[in-house]
């Protein structure tokens, strides 16, 4: 089954989704306590989940910290409904760190207490050649860490506001011990999802650099760009982050509201990482672009995004995407932000507090992630 193809197949109600109860196979599986949302509507709430008993190659985590991604919220608000629509209960979560609690017969990169962090997936074919090449996050099989059909016990796949996880050991990545783990939970989407189209637009010392919104990804965008010795930009609409926009590594910061200062970048930027959840004029970042710029949206917002192709045409401009990043690049970032001492700003949270943080994302009221503490599970 390709990507597309998947995300109809995790759709509420698809008839492709086997339920969890009519598996041809009895496997073993275990209870785990997890916040969940019942519909688009119901907000999260304390639930009870399975989890599958350990295959050979499987890792158990207790998780300790789960950042909270805009994505989300895009999922359990079913805001990506043509795309990606979702499937109810949702267990979402793909910012995981936890310690290992066991491990599989066959499995040899952990053992228990060992830290360990999964991100957004947590499986692919592993034959095709995208997998081959170390891009994972463009298997057309691969599976997400929530939302998505679950080969092992039906229905969907259960994300990390939950207690623990089972996930195959090649999808584990290993925490520098040096991270604070609150600080490092968010690198698993929000830190490889920038790192990645940095790395590969060539982001290095004496490029200029724009990073468009200055939220989860933003923010991560920022740091990686100065330790990466670029000139970084941050464009943001929020007067109030200007400050913490410096103290997080930007050498400018533009309000992007305000069209004098716009004009004054016109046509200067190697390149721009975008990272905004909502519509927003997008050719005022493309017309920032010097000859043969580029610009990279990670920002995923519902509705689409009308481009001026003019803005492309003149100076050879290009305008793409990307997502995450494949396995050995969320380890080399890990490792990069351990060498670096690089975690994301992060206001901790318990899971009670999830449906407040999330109305406080919408209106970009955090800073600049939240992190939920999940020892705070433990009362439910
Ligand atoms: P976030 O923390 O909410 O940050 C988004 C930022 O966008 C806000 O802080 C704000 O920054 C800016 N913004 C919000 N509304 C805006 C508007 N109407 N016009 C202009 N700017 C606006 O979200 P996030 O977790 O960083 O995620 C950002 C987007 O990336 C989401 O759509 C998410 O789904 C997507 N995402 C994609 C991937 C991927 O692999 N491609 C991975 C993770 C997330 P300022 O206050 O500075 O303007
Ligand atoms: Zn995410």
């Known amino acids: 089954m390709d990507n597309a193809k998947a995300y109809s197949a995790a759709s509420a109600g698809s008839t492709t989704i086997a339920p969890r109860d009519v598996q041809d196979e009895v496997r073993p ?18 639930t009870t989940i399975e989890r599958r008993g350990l295959l050979d190659h499987d890792v158990q985590i207790e998780i300790l910290f789960c950042g909270i991604c805009h994505s989300d919220l895009h999922q359990v608000r079913n805001e990506w409904k043509d795309v990606m629509p979702t499937a109810y209960p949702c267990v979402p979560g793909h910012e995981i760190v936890g310690r290992v609690t066991k491990v599989g017969s066959a499995v040899t990169k952990f053992k ?20 081959k090449a170390g891009l994972e996050q463009f298997c057309p099989n691969f599976v997400l860490t929530y939302n998505f059909p679950d080969k092992h016990l039906g229905g969907v796949t259960y994300g990390g506001y939950s207690d623990s996880i089972v996930v195959t050991e090649k999808f584990v990545l290993r925490v520098p011990s040096n991270l604070d783990l609150a600080g490092a939970a968010p690198l698993l989407c929000a830190g490889i999802t920038t790192y990645s189209p940095m790395r590969h637009w060539g982001v290095t010392k004496g490029k200029k650099v724009g990073v468009v919104g200055l939220g989860g990804l933003g923010h991560m965008a920022v740091k990686f760009a100065h330790a990466l010795g670029a000139h970084a930009v941050v ?41 905004v959840a909502a519509e927003h004029d997008i050719n005022a970042f493309i017309n920032m672009l010097a000859r043969d710029g580029n610009l990279t949206m990670v920002g995923a917002p519902d509705k689409p995004l009308a481009v001026g192709v003019f803005g492309l045409l003149f100076r ?6 990307s997502i995450i990043g494949g396995l050995a690049e969320t380890q080399e970032m890990l490792d990069f932000c351990g060498k670096n001492n690089i975690t994301s700003d992060v206001e901790v949270i318990p899971i009670q507090k999830v449906n407040e943080a999330y109305d406080r994302l919408v209106k970009s ?13 433990k009362s439910e």
């Open 112 to 131: 228990p207490g060992d830290l360990a962090a999964v991100g957004c997936m947590v499986d692919s074919d592993g034959t095709c050649p995208e997998c």
């Open 316 to 321: 050879r401009r290009s305008f793409s995407g």
């Open 235 to 275: 464009f943001t609409t929020s007067p109030s982050k200007k400050e913490d926009a410096l103290r997080l590594g930007a050498d400018e910061v533009v309000i992007s509201r305000d069209a004098n200062e716009m004009a004054k970048h016109a046509g200067s930027f190697d390149f721009i990482l975008d990272a």
């Open 365 to 377: 009221d955090v800073k600049y992630r939240f992190s939920i503490d999940m020892a705070s599970l």
């Open 29 to 46: 599986t275990y209870k785990a306590k997890a916040y969940s949302a019942a519909s688009a509507t119901s907000g999260l709430a304390s």
